[in-house]
């Protein structure tokens, strides 16, 4: 199936290597438009958040397509919850209208 404009979504970049996981805003030949926050935060920005300590907000990004090494959609894998039911589980919220 098509990774749609809404879903939560993984990226993988390189030059320098980051992985971002958030929303997809668009993708076309240019690059993809995220509004995401970088995975190795993830769990500190979660604690955060539930904690209502400060923290860094998700940001909009635009990344070209010759730094994309993949993009994928946030999914479950057998008993590992995605993204965005960890974030769901542990703050009571929903990734995408946040």
Known sequence: MKIETGESVVIILQNPREK???ILREINASG???RGI???YFDEWTRSIVNNEPYLPMQDYFFP????ERLSRDESSFEIPSMAEQFRQKTGLDLADF
């Open 20 to 22: 971002i996981v958030g």
């Open 32 to 34: 993809i438009f995220v």
């Open 38 to 40: 970088d995975l190795g």
């Open 65 to 68: 397509m010759w730094r994309v």
